[in-house]
């Protein structure tokens, strides 16, 4: 399985919504990534996992909240978002962060809408 | 600040022509250099470099990176419609990636 899959496809939320987005992929990656990316624009990275610990934060604001139940699976939290906030939300795992930090395989996405 | 800057920003060819993409960076700590194609969603991986000189094929794609001049390209030939997305650049450095801004290619018939 050479896959990283992301659930939900497409996310309408209000300002007041809490939701989360799922990550999940199986081959025994150990590091996983959140980027942001708005149209016409390259990945903005959110989020670092190394072994399951958060091992980097770009600064995102704390109403994006990561978590990383265990090495498959990467989520992320979603409360009080703001209209900017809308964007294609991609996940990626790499073998390791140090070495393959490079190889990242990315998942379809997540398509989310703030209103 | 780690940099990438790709060119051109965007590209229209017709289908069978040739071209190429270019992708310089200034970044500390270099580990490799990556290429990877955005249709509608995800990235897709295309090539990873770390060695200078070392041309990567993969069919009608290949690529090479100067670590001297610190520059890549990315050539395609006897491109197809299918070829139309954005392609980005990538530069791993440390535990990140930081992505140019990407070159849109539309290949018309």
């Given amino acids: ?4 899959t992301q659930t939900p496809k497409h996310l309408v939320m209000g300002m007041t919504n ?13 590091a996983m990534y ?4 708005k149209a016409k624009k390259p990945p903005e990275l959110m989020f670092v996992y190394s072994y399951e610990k958060l091992s980097i934060n770009e600064s995102v604001p704390s109403r994006f909240s990561p978590e990383c139940p265990n090495s498959s699976l ?42 | ?30 580990r490799s250099l990556l290429w990877y194609k955005q249709e509608k969603k995800a990235p897709t991986f295309l090539f990873m470099l770390t060695s200078s000189g070392i041309e990567k094929k993969s069919g009608r794609l290949s690529s090479i990176l100067d670590k001297k001049e610190l520059f890549s390209i990315l050539n395609i030939t006897a491109t197809q419609t299918g070829d139309s997305a954005i392609y980005l650049c990538a530069v791993s450095a440390g535990n990140m990636l930081t992505f140019g801004g990407g070159t849109r290619l539309m290949v018309k018939p």
Avoid: I
Avoid at chain 1, 1 to 4: G, Q, S
Avoid at chain 1, 34 to 37: F, G, M, N, S
Avoid at chain 2, 5 to 30: A, R
């Fill in chain 1, 1 to 4: 399985d050479t896959e990283v």
């Fill in chain 1, 18 to 30: 809490k939701k989360s987005l799922k990550c999940e992929q199986h081959m025994g990656h150990r």
């Fill in chain 1, 34 to 37: 959140w980027y942001k990316q």
């Fill in chain 1, 74 to 115: 990467l989520n992320l939290h979603l409360h009080a978002l703001q209209p900017e906030d809308s964007a294609l939300y991609l996940c990626a795992s790499s073998q390791d962060v140090l070495r393959r930090a490079g190889e990242q395989f990315f998942g379809p996405g997540t398509r989310l809408t703030v209103l």
């Fill in chain 2, 1 to 30: 600040e780690d940099k990438v800057v790709q060119s051109p920003l965007s590209l229209v060819v017709h289908e069978g022509d040739t071209v190429t993409l270019n992708c310089s960076y200034e970044v500390t700590n270099f």
